[in-house]
């Protein structure tokens, strides 16, 4: 598989997601994904990204929750 953006190839590995917003910050390590050789340019499989978004959605609801009390 080729980078979208470098053209370099793509490999099958694991690495970190982060995402930062106003109420958390939410880092993951170790998810499968393509990262490329040679910008490092991270690619996620639909079932990671249905899965990580799964999380944020459960963890913006509960920051919601704590947030009342």
Do not use: W
Not at 29 to 40: N, S
Request: proline share 1%; glycine share 2%; aromatic share 8%.
């Amino acid at each position: 598989m080729k980078c979208l953006y470098c053209d370099g190839e793509m490999e099958k590995t694991k690495s970190s997601y982060t995402i930062n917003r106003k109420d958390y910050h939410l880092f993951l390590e170790e998810v499968p994904a393509y990262v490329c050789t040679k910008c490092k340019e991270k690619l996620f499989e639909e079932t990671e990204v249905e899965a990580i978004q799964k999380l944020i959605r459960h963890l913006e609801s509960d920051v919601r929750q704590l947030q009342r009390v």
